[in-house]
């Protein structure tokens, strides 16, 4: 990749000259060097196509392996997947999918009857206050267990991380190993944080359970509890990804120029305001990806809450996507319709990033 | 070759036009210095030769080439730019010899060519600095250094010596007319020192607001500014204008009448409102002004403050018309000042009533409603009786 | 990377359980020398590709390897709750078509029923799949501790206790003994409650899903009974267990249980008890092996089938009431997608047959479906299940098999999640039965007009 | 090109001098103590150089934190630190303490192991050949890493750095991506990597990518490139114009300018997308799943091995707790590793404007 | 009160002792100017006093106060970057801004400072360009202004105008006088431009690498240097220096010979090496000189090269003993070289003969071996005998 288009114009002409100095190189007449100049553009074809493009032209240009891979893999599938969601579920024979069936999937989703364990979305309207009920309650719908789970997650995470960061950032003995210990939660691999979180929170095992039963917060059976199970999960998953807030926010900050604290130092800034002023606008585009990237998968857990409490207890979205999917009955029409549906709901969370930061400076949307 | 040439250029961002239909061209070896107000569009037109800007519109060659669309790479310049921009990630040695190890030079070259070119800004001993570890000036240096190591067929220097001492700056200006003159390379410079565009350039090229005013030898942009604004720009302190009108025998003015024969101004007539420039040195104190050969009628007037230089005085004088003249206001404009040099032996003091008189081989004049220029020294234009000058004195 | 096979070598999946005991070096049994013994083909070579032993992940990989009409593996180990959907999916070989007829009699005659049931074409009856091992529950307790406080433990093994009287004997057993826990079983929201555990509660209790034992397989216009009586008070039972005497529990029965139950499987409810910290468990075969030796309890270690609450004549539905065990088990698949199906069906025939089962019994202890054979095992080789060989005839015997139609696993999750609830008391067990009932049913019908 | 940022980055040396008091966190006396870090922290660990001054450590601390609210905020400063510490570090002494724990006497563990098994760190490697499933990990991951990298980095500069029409919608369409559940994808692709395709035969035996590292870091690129794109195209875009322009007229081409000075100076942001990349690929499972049949020698990841200590009823806690320990040791060497790269303020002295 | 007060400062790094050990003091409301060569260490003096660097010894004071240890932003002062560090994602009414709203002014207030700054930079209608829309003389007049809107009791200002042009900066330069007389503030201020440091300052402190050479008047630092360093450093172009032995009965060079009575010098004796400093406008030609009131006896020389400045032209002199001087070597130092400045109108050419004389007044000695002044004008140093000059003519 690196390997230079060199300018033959002057490698080309410098071993004759090689023994001058620059200054009374003056045998290198401008005819050489136009000369040796043509001689490279033709000689180096591509790279100089490449080079005279328009911007627009590179940047297509630049963009197209990125958008190769991804077709083949993410939208070539996603479209399948999509037509696959008009379909009709079919249990029996070997063709997977029945008649078309257009949004009847959707509309089964969103009304609470799709032939799910736990229901995506099923409230009820009614006649007094507040207008709408609860078909089954809160935690046990996916929709709002999900958002929920988002919001809370990617905030403390959010706090937390910049906090880590802010942390790691600092010049202390020792800081090296302090970094790869706050770093590394994110590098365990989900199953195992789950499984650390529910041998503690198993009473035979660990003492989570009873810790917090005597302060008053859980019950009994934490992880069959929709409530309990829900703040354990939210722990969990603080615990691991705060670390992936930490490095994408300390990465932030590092690349501030230094020199912007000297001046804002001396013209009288408190710490909090040099961190209001300076800081955090000029780390938001890393912090706003990396908010972005977390909601969006905290918008997706599922392996976390599969190794803790279980999908039944804490359904989420893509809960529903993989029960669908895996459970064994085979309904990968609904599977489908609930997977463009949970994006569907992603994409309208990440619609109010967008709206909230386009003004932003450095957003980029 | 090496000849630049520019065609009509024009960059227009959203709200500015940076430059504006600049045509010029620049002989190969020829070494033509921009000056002209900040913003005034100097980087720009650089980064157009460069090729780091697109031009809206027009043309730029390098030699008989249209490079308008070729990329940096490939128009053979090296560039010292206004804001250093060295490489923080590199140590001084890797930021010089960055051009040179790309086009793939051995190491023994590369080393010899970047000690050389470490001599030559004085950085003998730093290489293995990293730039955050280094003064402003020598920063500035490094950035040199990294654009002579190359042999480009063009240099670009914005406003290279900046952050330099007057010391050093002597130096460097040698060393670059040096490299200029072994290597015969076309150099385009910025600099706000003059100085330095006079002594160095073969041509001074003059912007304003985007438009190129004037591009001529040094000397010529001081005694023949083509407009009041080249007139006004070049030159330390500016040059003097005073308001006037033409009248029948001269050219009448608040304080003081210059004879003249406002005929031989071609385009202008009686009445027409004309500016006259002098310079500071061009004005005399009458006491010592015998070796004029021709001189003004006598002026009264009264020193107000004197600027001791060391090796000159400025005296701000108001014409005697004027008592009340306010500091506030830029001496070079208001009507009724006028700031002149004198030796420090002088003997003159703040407060004190003298005359002066201007030396009318050195009076300009300008349209004033054009600021062309009209005429550059009155001893082509007599006065209609010489000697019987007057002065107003209300 | 290439990946040319031998000839003769047929893929099957299993887990490291079963791999293990595949090949030996030397002159060391394992099931290939017994496979060959049995008449295998001495060119054909069973290649064992470990799955993980979890049997939900291996539903998926059995899934998308069918899915995508991969082969290898040419012959799927597939958990006896899960066969039937993939049979129905036609991503079976129908054996009955193939096997020879002395093999499918010998089969169909001693296997038992039970797990045949679930290897089964549930329309047509053709065997799709051969049963490799069975499994079946047990409920565990001890003696010793039992005895002490003064219960005569002696006839349970083959006639078990009613829930009342075993509940008062383990009450008493574990505030004797001084433990920290009476009974244990598995009440997680999970495939296991309501394959199993609640299952045999509930049949104990002569409660049924489906409305009695013929309905197992036949998914549409079965009748739906979940909300019967029966099947809530079993549940009330169990509240009675967890929480004592509190809302919708049944008199009589005391607190025996932790309620940390309904967040357990298999192995958090078995730890207490081999730690000697628990008067009796619910739990499988593997369970007797680990808690029978005499390092563990030895002889004290007393096993049967689920105590009942409602004999089998009481019961309403046909085939349920009486003391039950719960089926498990795996069944070998031959994929329609392999090109090696002669193979692999001789590799099945091979399997079926007596001495194989038992050297794998002897092996790896997994009961061999013919269960007559358990008898023949001795302690010294198949360890402590052979003792309890009286107590398997007789799980066999009342061995309920999981209704594994297409439509279970989605019919499971909505019952797990059910009986989960109304055990925590989230729901009354009556209204979370009802609400089951009602989502049962729609189930049921999306069957009916799907397939039309 | 020689590593300035590794003789920069004052931790070098700070381990060296552990002598004095806790009062001197910043001072490593043969540096510029002062505020030009080149990696600079913000703020909070400058005002302490007077450090000293010979008085007990304590005392010292008490004088000077009335005249020096800095003290105060150093103080702040190091409770948060080991607070962060204790927290992420308790879950891993905890599953020390599983792992230690010998199986089947998992109970009541809350500071001590329950009994004290170090064997299962040896038994891991018996079971199963675990490290067969971490050569696989990370073999995948490094590849799946460099081939994000370098895409990203293209995508990330045409996004970052350049005006083209379309620019926003085609972000927004990188982005969706991430909207879908990775089940999404799943029957697509499960039918994919499934096909034989004859211009593979020669290569895979078979025709399909199915058992192939192709097949595992085909789709996990794919699927990780977004957030490596938006991580970098963050990271470009602030790289200033001057850096690049430098470098043009230097001679380099556009792509050059990327490798030889952008990429360079978003070192922090490069290192991060790496490292996340990095460890989301080494434990990957979905896809992974997907694209092997969970045999060692067939290429599959690390997760694989964990789970294959699960039994059908019982699960090995203590060698899945020894395994995922020894598991993520690759990625903290990682992790050291790269943090030189993600701590190093680069862009200081580079332009005056 | 805003004394500043330099204690025995000294800053070291790892190979670099930028500043050794300086003390100064600075009057409250004093206007000192910082000049010495690139990478002299007055940045870091700077930055000392700012609180931005820590100096490894010594202590600062700000009014009464010992502020070594104190946060920058206790230290009431404002200051210029050389590097000018503005912000990136705040346009330039935030920049400017930005002191005062850390410090909560009212908006009203704000607008008011900013809108004032703005004007005294000339940026109005800027206001809300962001940095990297503006030319590099813009970004520059930006900083000030974010400097000058706050009332600080110290300015520190590194290199504030050396973007500038000419113009422009002698409109700051006298804002910058208002500002510093109205507010009454202390200044520090780092400039490399010599009419700068001469006309804007009280004292100017000459630094040399790292350690300070004088601090005194501009023309103090002018007229009687304190060492060779300073009259080198001081006057653009630079002092002409001539090495010399004393004799008998005078000052002995390779060329000529100045008489004075070396018994004056009290510290040095016959024999010592001593070097004759006189700056180019103090050497004459001889049929000019009639004007002197001491001269030395006249030297034979032949002008080399001529530069015309346009207010008034270098002549490099070749003194008569030196046929094959090389253009290469600095001719300040070069012995047998003399630079003098005449008016543009002297008739005079390159390559001919011509006698020039010294103005004794303006001679400096020095002791070659320490480079400390050992006097300033020779005329208190009478020659043993006026009117005998001998040119050595070898
Ligand atoms: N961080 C650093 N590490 C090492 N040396 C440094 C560092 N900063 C400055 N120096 C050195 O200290 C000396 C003084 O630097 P300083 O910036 O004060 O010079 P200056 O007088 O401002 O020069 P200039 O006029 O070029 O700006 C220089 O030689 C410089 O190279
Ligand atoms: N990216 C930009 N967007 C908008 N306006 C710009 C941009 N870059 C430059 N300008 C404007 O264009 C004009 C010319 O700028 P340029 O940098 O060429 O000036 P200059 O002559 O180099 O000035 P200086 O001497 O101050 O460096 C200025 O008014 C500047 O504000
Ligand atoms: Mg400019
Ligand atoms: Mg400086």
């Given at each position: 990749?690196?390997?230079?288009?060199?300018?033959?114009?002057?490698?080309?002409?410098?071993?004759?000259?090689?023994?001058?100095?620059?200054?009374?190189?003056?045998?290198?007449?401008?005819?050489?060097?136009?000369?040796?100049?043509?001689?490279?553009?033709?000689?180096?074809?591509?790279?100089?196509?490449?080079?005279?493009?328009?911007?627009?032209?590179?940047?297509?240009?630049?963009?197209?392996p990125a958008f190769a891979l991804l077709a083949l893999i993410a939208f070539y599938p996603l479209?399948r997947t999509?037509?696959?969601?008009?379909?009709?579920?079919?249990?029996?024979?070997?063709?997977?999918?029945?008649?078309?069936?257009?949004?009847?999937?959707?509309?089964?989703?969103?009304?609470?009857?799709?032939?799910?364990?736990?229901?995506?979305?099923?409230?009820?309207?009614?006649?007094?206050?507040?207008?709408?009920?609860?078909?089954?309650?809160?935690?046990?719908?996916?929709?709002?267990?999900?958002?929920?789970?988002?919001?809370?997650?990617?905030?403390?995470?959010?706090?937390?991380?910049?906090?880590?960061?802010?942390?790691?950032?600092?010049?202390?003995?020792?800081?090296?190993?302090?970094?790869?210990?706050?770093?590394?939660?994110?590098?365990?691999p989900?199953?195992?944080?789950?499984?650390?979180?529910?041998?503690?929170?198993?009473?035979?095992?660990?003492?989570?359970?009873?810790?917090?039963?005597?302060?008053?917060?859980?019950?009994?059976?934490?992880?069959?509890?929709?409530?309990?199970?829900?703040?354990?999960?939210?722990?969990?998953?603080?615990?691991?990804?705060?670390?992936?807030?930490?490095?994408?926010?300390?990465?932030?900050?590092?690349?501030?120029?230094?020199?912007?604290?000297?001046?804002?130092?001396?013209?009288?800034?408190?710490?909090?305001?040099?961190?209001?002023?300076?800081?955090?606008?000029?780390?938001?585009?890393?912090?706003?990806?990396?908010?972005?990237?977390?909601?969006?998968?905290?918008?997706?857990?599922?392996?976390?809450?599969?190794?803790?409490?279980?999908?039944?207890?804490?359904?989420?979205?893509?809960?529903?996507?993989?029960?669908?999917?895996f459970?064994?009955?085979?309904?990968?029409?609904?599977?489908?319709?609930?997977?463009?549906?949970?994006?569907?709901?992603?994409?309208?969370?990440?619609?109010?990033?967008?709206?909230?930061?386009?003004?932003?400076?450095?957003?980029?949307? | 070759?090496?000849?630049?040439?520019?065609?009509?250029?024009?960059?227009?961002?959203?709200?500015?036009?940076?430059?504006?239909?600049?045509?010029?061209?620049?002989?190969?070896?020829?070494?033509?210095?921009?000056?002209?107000?900040?913003?005034?569009?100097?980087?720009?037109?650089?980064?157009?030769?460069?090729?780091?800007?697109?031009?809206?519109?027009?043309?730029?060659?390098?030699?008989?080439?249209?490079?308008?669309?070729?990329?940096?790479?490939?128009?053979?310049?090296?560039?010292?730019?206004?804001?250093?921009?060295?490489?923080?990630?590199?140590?001084?040695?890797?930021?010089?010899?960055?051009?040179?190890?790309?086009?793939?030079?051995?190491?023994?070259?590369?080393?010899?060519?970047?000690?050389?070119?470490?001599?030559?800004?004085?950085?003998?001993?730093?290489?293995?600095?990293?730039?955050?570890?280094?003064?402003?000036?020598?920063?500035?240096?490094?950035?040199?250094?990294?654009?002579?190591?190359?042999?480009?067929?063009?240099?670009?220097?914005?406003?290279?010596?900046?952050?330099?001492?007057?010391?050093?700056?002597?130096?460097?200006?040698?060393?670059?007319?040096?490299?200029?003159?072994?290597?015969?390379?076309?150099?385009?410079?910025?600099?706000?020192?003059?100085?330095?565009?006079?002594?160095?350039?073969?041509?001074?090229?003059?912007?304003?607001?985007?438009?190129?005013?004037?591009?001529?030898?040094?000397?010529?942009?001081?005694?023949?500014?083509?407009?009041?604004?080249?007139?006004?720009?070049?030159?330390?302190?500016?040059?003097?204008?005073?308001?006037?009108?033409?009248?029948?025998?001269?050219?009448?003015?608040?304080?003081?009448?210059?004879?003249?024969?406002?005929?031989?101004?071609?385009?202008?007539?009686?009445?027409?409102?004309?500016?006259?420039?002098?310079?500071?040195?061009?004005?005399?104190?009458?006491?010592?002004?015998?070796?004029?050969?021709?001189?003004?009628?006598?002026?009264?007037?009264?020193?107000?403050?004197?600027?001791?230089?060391?090796?000159?005085?400025?005296?701000?004088?108001?014409?005697?018309?004027?008592?009340?003249?306010?500091?506030?206001?830029?001496?070079?404009?208001?009507?009724?000042?006028?700031?002149?040099?004198?030796?420090?032996?002088?003997?003159?003091?703040?407060?004190?009533?003298?005359?002066?008189?201007?030396?009318?081989?050195?009076?300009?004049?300008?349209?004033?409603?054009?600021?062309?220029?009209?005429?550059?020294?009155?001893?082509?234009?007599?006065?209609?009786?010489?000697?019987?000058?007057?002065?107003?004195?209300? | 990377l290439a990946r040319g096979r031998k000839p003769?070598t047929v893929v099957m999946t299993a887990?490291s359980?079963?791999a293990?005991?595949?090949?030996?070096?030397?002159?060391?049994?394992?099931?290939?020398?017994?496979?060959?013994?049995?008449?295998?083909?001495?060119?054909?070579?069973?290649e064992i590709q470990t799955v993980v032993?979890?049997?939900?992940t291996r539903?998926q990989t059995a899934q998308s390897a069918l899915e995508a009409g991969r082969s290898p593996p040419d012959i799927h180990?597939?958990?006896?709750?899960?066969?039937?959907?993939?049979?129905?999916?036609?991503?079976?070989?129908?054996?009955?078509?193939?096997?020879?007829?002395?093999?499918?009699?010998?089969?169909?005659?001693?296997?038992?029923?039970?797990?045949?049931?679930?290897?089964?074409?549930?329309?047509?009856?053709?065997?799709?799949?051969?049963?490799?091992?069975?499994?079946?529950?047990?409920?565990?307790?001890?003696?010793?501790?039992?005895?002490?406080?003064?219960?005569?433990?002696?006839?349970?093994?083959?006639?078990?206790?009613?829930?009342?009287?075993?509940?008062?004997?383990?009450?008493?057993?574990?505030?004797?003994?001084?433990?920290?826990?009476?009974?244990?079983?598995?009440?997680?929201?999970?495939?296991?409650?309501?394959?199993?555990?609640?299952?045999?509660?509930?049949?104990?209790?002569?409660?049924?899903?489906?409305?009695?034992?013929?309905?197992?397989?036949?998914?549409?216009?079965?009748?739906?009974?979940?909300?019967?009586?029966?099947?809530?008070?079993?549940?009330?039972?169990?509240?009675?267990?967890?929480?004592?005497?509190?809302?919708?529990?049944?008199?009589?029965?005391?607190?025996?249980?932790?309620?940390?139950?309904?967040?357990?499987?298999?192995?958090?409810?078995?730890?207490?008890?081999?730690?000697?910290?628990?008067?009796?468990?619910?739990?499988?075969?593997?369970?007797?092996?680990?808690?029978?030796?005499?390092?563990?309890?030895?002889?004290?270690?007393?096993?049967?089938?689920?105590?009942?609450?409602?004999?089998?004549?009481?019961?309403?539905?046909?085939?349920?009431?009486?003391?039950?065990?719960?089926?498990?088990?795996?069944?070998?698949?031959?994929s329609?997608f392999s090109e090696r199906?002669?193979?692999?069906?001789?590799?099945?025939?091979?399997?079926?047959?007596?001495?194989?089962?038992?050297?794998?019994?002897?092996?790896?202890?997994?009961?061999?479906?013919?269960?007559?054979?358990?008898?023949?095992?001795?302690?010294?080789?198949?360890?402590?299940?052979?003792?309890?060989?009286?107590?398997?005839?007789?799980?066999?015997?009342?061995?309920?098999?999981?209704?594994?139609?297409?439509?279970?696993?989605?019919?499971?999750?909505?019952?797990?999640?059910?009986?989960?609830?109304?055990?925590?008391?989230?729901?009354?067990?009556?209204?979370?039965?009802?609400?089951?009932?009602?989502?049962?049913?729609?189930?049921?019908?999306?069957?009916?007009?799907?397939?039309? | 090109?020689?590593?300035?940022?590794?003789?920069?980055?004052?931790?070098?040396?700070?381990?060296?001098?552990?002598?004095?008091?806790?009062?001197?966190?910043?001072?490593?006396?043969?540096?510029?103590?002062?505020?030009?870090?080149?990696?600079?922290?913000?703020?909070?660990?400058?005002?302490?150089?007077?450090?000293?001054?010979?008085?007990?450590?304590?005392?010292?601390?008490?004088?000077?934190?009335?005249?020096?609210?800095?003290?105060?905020?150093?103080?702040?400063?190091?409770?948060?630190?080991?607070?962060?510490?204790?927290?992420?570090?308790?879950?891993?002494?905890?599953?020390?303490?599983?792992?230690?724990?010998?199986?089947?006497?998992?109970?009541?563990?809350?500071?001590?192991?329950?009994?004290?098994?170090?064997?299962?760190?040896?038994?891991?490697?018996?079971?199963i050949p675990f490290h067969v499933y971490m050569f696989n990990s990370f073999v995948i991951a490094l590849g799946s890493t460099i081939v994000v990298l370098v895409i990203a980095?293209?995508?990330?500069?045409?996004?970052?750095?350049?005006?083209?029409?379309?620019?926003?919608?085609?972000?927004?369409?990188?982005?969706?991506i991430?909207?879908?559940?990775p089940a999404a994808f799943f029957i697509p692709l499960n039918d994919l990597f499934n096909t034989s395709f004859a211009f593979l035969r020669p290569i895979t035996g078979d025709g399909t990518l199915y058992n192939t590292p192709f097949a595992l870091v085909t789709p996990l690129s794919a699927i990780f490139m977004?957030?490596a794109?938006?991580?970098?195209?963050?990271?470009?875009?602030?790289?200033?114009?001057?850096?690049?322009?430098?470098?043009?007229?230097?001679?380099?081409?556009?792509?050059?300018?990327?490798?030889?000075?952008?990429?360079?100076?978003?070192?922090?942001?490069?290192?991060?997308?790496g490292?996340?990349t990095f460890i989301a690929v080494y434990n990957e499972f979905f896809f992974s799943f997907l694209m092997t049949d969970g045999q060692p020698e067939n290429w599959a990841p690390i997760l694989d091995g964990i789970l294959a200590?699960?039994?059908?009823?019982?699960?090995?806690?203590?060698?899945?707790?020894?395994?995922?320990?020894?598991g993520?040791?690759p990625v903290?060497?990682?992790?050291?590793?790269?943090?030189?790269?993600?701590?190093?303020?680069?862009?200081?002295?580079?332009?005056?404007?």
């Open positions: 990749m690196t390997t230079e288009p060199t300018d033959g114009a002057q490698s080309g002409a410098e071993p004759e000259t090689g023994a001058e100095t620059i200054t009374d190189g003056g045998t290198l007449t401008g005819g050489d060097m136009e000369r040796s100049r043509e001689r490279d553009r033709t000689g180096n074809a591509v790279i100089n196509w490449m080079e005279n493009l328009s911007e627009a032209a590179y940047a297509y240009l630049l963009l197209l479209l999509f037509v696959m969601s008009l379909r009709a579920d079919q249990t029996r024979g070997i063709d997977p999918l029945g008649a078309f069936v257009g949004v009847e999937n959707y509309v089964d989703i969103l009304t609470g009857n799709a032939r799910l364990a736990r229901q995506f979305l099923d409230v009820g309207l009614t006649s007094s206050f507040p207008f709408v009920e609860l078909g089954t309650q809160f935690f046990q719908q996916a929709l709002f267990v999900t958002l929920a789970f988002a919001v809370i997650s990617v905030v403390l995470e959010t706090v937390i991380g910049f906090g880590q960061a802010y942390v790691l950032d600092q010049d202390f003995r020792g800081r090296r190993w302090v970094r790869v210990a706050i770093i590394l939660p994110w590098a365990v989900i199953v195992i944080q789950g499984m650390i979180f529910f041998l503690l929170f198993q009473p035979t095992v660990g003492f989570g359970s009873d810790l917090m039963q005597s302060l008053g917060i859980f019950s009994a059976t934490p992880l069959a509890n929709s409530r309990d199970a829900f703040i354990i999960i939210l722990v969990a998953d603080i615990w691991k990804s705060s670390a992936f807030m930490a490095l994408l926010i300390l990465a932030g900050l590092q690349s501030i120029d230094r020199s912007l604290y000297d001046v804002a130092r001396v013209a009288g800034a408190s710490p909090w305001q040099r961190f209001k002023m300076i800081t955090l606008p000029l780390v938001m585009p890393a912090l706003l990806v990396a908010m972005l990237f977390r909601t969006m998968d905290a918008m997706r857990v599922f392996g976390l809450i599969e190794s803790t409490a279980g999908c039944t207890t804490v359904p989420s979205l893509t809960c529903l996507v993989v029960e669908a999917m459970g064994g009955t085979r309904i990968f029409a609904t599977a489908a319709a609930v997977a463009f549906a949970t994006a569907l709901v992603i994409g309208l969370i990440i619609s109010i990033y967008v709206l909230l930061f386009r003004d932003t400076e450095g957003g980029m949307y | 070759m090496a000849r630049v040439r520019l065609e009509n250029v024009t960059k227009r961002y959203d709200d500015v036009t940076a430059v504006d239909d600049v045509s010029m061209e620049i002989e190969d070896g020829e070494f033509v210095t921009f000056v002209g107000p900040s913003g005034c569009g100097k980087s720009t037109t650089m980064e157009a030769v460069a090729g780091l800007t697109q031009p809206t519109e027009g043309r730029v060659y390098i030699g008989d080439d249209d490079v308008t669309n070729l990329a940096p790479k490939d128009r053979g310049v090296a560039m010292v730019f206004q804001n250093i921009a060295l490489f923080p990630h590199m140590d001084v040695y890797e930021n010089i010899s960055f051009g040179l190890r790309l086009r793939k030079y051995d190491d023994e070259e590369v080393r010899r060519r970047v000690e050389q070119a470490a001599d030559i800004v004085q950085l003998e001993g730093m290489l293995d600095r990293m730039p955050d570890e280094m003064s402003g000036g020598q920063r500035q240096r490094v950035a040199i250094a990294r654009a002579i190591v190359r042999n480009p067929d063009v240099f670009l220097m914005d406003e290279p010596l900046a952050n330099l001492d007057a010391k050093l700056r002597v130096h460097m200006r040698t060393e670059l007319q040096r490299l200029h003159r072994e290597l015969g390379t076309t150099i385009i410079y910025v600099t706000h020192d003059q100085a330095e565009a006079m002594t160095m350039s073969n041509r001074i090229a003059v912007l304003n607001d985007g438009r190129l005013q004037q591009i001529a030898p040094p000397l010529t942009c001081y005694n023949q500014p083509a407009n009041l604004f080249v007139a006004g720009f070049i030159g330390s302190p500016s040059m003097n204008f005073i308001e006037g009108e033409l009248v029948e025998d001269g050219l009448e003015t608040r304080n003081f009448t210059v004879e003249l024969d406002p005929t031989r101004l071609q385009s202008l007539s009686v009445g027409d409102a004309v500016t006259l420039g002098v310079r500071p040195e061009d004005v005399h104190l009458t006491r010592y002004a015998d070796s004029l050969a021709s001189a003004t009628s006598p002026i009264d007037a009264r020193t107000d403050v004197l600027e001791p230089m060391g090796d000159e005085v400025f005296i701000y004088l108001l014409l005697s018309e004027g008592a009340a003249g306010s500091m506030e206001e830029d001496p070079a404009t208001s009507p009724n000042q006028l700031l002149m040099s004198v030796t420090p032996d002088t003997e003159i003091e703040a407060e004190q009533d003298v005359e002066v008189v201007l030396d009318r081989s050195k009076i300009h004049l300008f349209d004033s409603a054009t600021g062309d220029a009209l005429v550059h020294g009155l001893t082509d234009l007599p006065s209609g009786e010489p000697g019987t000058t007057r002065s107003e004195a209300d | 003769g887990a359980d079963i293990g005991i595949m090949h030996s070096g030397g002159d060391k049994s394992s099931i290939q020398k017994a496979l060959w013994e049995a008449g295998l083909d001495e060119d054909i070579r069973v032993s979890d049997s939900a539903m180990m597939m958990d006896s709750g899960w066969t039937v959907p993939f049979i129905l999916r036609e991503q079976t070989v129908n054996l009955s078509d193939q096997f020879p007829n002395d093999v499918l009699e010998y089969v169909n005659n001693n296997y038992l029923g039970a797990i045949l049931e679930t290897a089964r074409h549930p329309e047509t009856g053709d065997l799709h799949a051969l049963p490799l091992f069975p499994d079946l529950g047990f409920t565990l307790y001890r003696k010793d501790l039992i005895a002490d406080a003064g219960y005569d433990t002696g006839g349970w093994g083959t006639d078990p206790p009613s829930w009342e009287e075993f509940s008062t004997a383990v009450r008493d057993a574990r505030d004797q003994a001084n433990l920290g826990y009476g009974y244990t079983t598995q009440a997680n929201a999970y495939e296991g409650l309501s394959c199993c555990t609640f299952n045999e509660v509930m049949t104990s209790w002569g409660g049924a899903y489906y409305g009695g034992a013929n309905n197992l397989f036949t998914a549409g216009e079965r009748p739906i009974t979940v909300d019967g009586e029966r099947a809530i008070d079993a549940i009330r039972m169990m509240r009675s267990f967890i929480e004592g005497e509190s809302e919708n529990t049944l008199d009589g029965y005391p607190q025996i249980s932790p309620s940390a139950i309904v967040q357990w499987t298999e192995q958090e409810s078995l730890s207490p008890f081999s730690a000697g910290n628990a008067v009796s468990n619910r739990n499988w075969s593997y369970a007797i092996a680990e808690t029978g030796t005499e390092e563990a309890f030895g002889e004290d270690l007393g096993v049967m089938t689920t105590p009942s609450a409602v004999s089998e004549q009481e019961a309403e539905y046909q085939g349920v009431g009486g003391t039950a065990s719960a089926l498990g088990g795996w069944n070998l698949a031959v329609p199906t002669e193979e692999a069906l001789q590799v099945l025939e091979a399997f079926a047959n007596e001495e194989v089962m038992l050297t794998i019994f002897e092996l790896g202890g997994f009961l061999p479906p013919n269960l007559d054979l358990v008898a023949e095992a001795s302690t010294d080789e198949v360890g402590p299940v052979a003792r309890y060989g009286d107590v398997v005839q007789s799980a066999s015997e009342n061995a309920i098999p999981r209704p594994a139609t297409d439509l279970w696993p989605e019919q499971s999750a909505l019952i797990y999640q059910a009986v989960n609830s109304a055990y925590r008391g989230e729901q009354s067990p009556t209204s979370a039965m009802n609400d089951l009932a009602t989502e049962l049913k729609q189930s049921e019908a999306e069957v009916q007009t799907n397939d039309n | 090109m020689p590593d300035r940022n590794d003789s920069t980055d004052p931790t070098n040396d700070t381990e060296s001098n552990d002598t004095d008091g806790i009062g001197d966190g910043g001072g490593d006396p043969p540096r510029d103590p002062t505020l030009h870090r080149p990696d600079g922290g913000t703020t909070v660990l400058e005002d302490d150089r007077d450090a000293e001054l010979d008085r007990g450590p304590l005392q010292q601390w008490a004088a000077n934190s009335i005249s020096h609210p800095e003290r105060v905020y150093r103080a702040m400063f190091y409770v948060a630190a080991i607070f962060f510490l204790f927290t992420t570090l308790f879950p891993f002494y905890w599953l020390l303490m599983v792992a230690l724990t010998p199986e089947g006497q998992l109970q009541d563990i809350v500071f001590t192991p329950n009994g004290f098994n170090p064997g299962a760190f040896v038994e891991v490697f018996q079971v980095s293209l995508a990330g500069y045409a996004f970052g750095r350049l005006q083209f029409p379309g620019r926003t919608p085609l972000m927004l369409l990188v982005l969706v991430s909207f879908f559940p977004p957030l794109i938006f991580i970098l195209t963050t990271f470009y875009g602030q790289i200033p114009d001057g850096l690049e322009d430098a470098a043009r007229v230097e001679g380099t081409t556009r792509l050059g300018a990327l490798f030889r000075v952008i990429i360079p100076l978003s070192a922090p942001g490069v290192a991060t997308a490292v996340l200590y699960q039994g059908q009823y019982q699960v090995l806690y203590n060698l899945m707790a020894a395994a995922s320990i020894l993520v040791i903290a060497i990682l992790v050291v590793i790269a943090q030189e790269k993600i701590v190093s303020g680069l862009t200081a002295g580079a332009l005056k404007e």
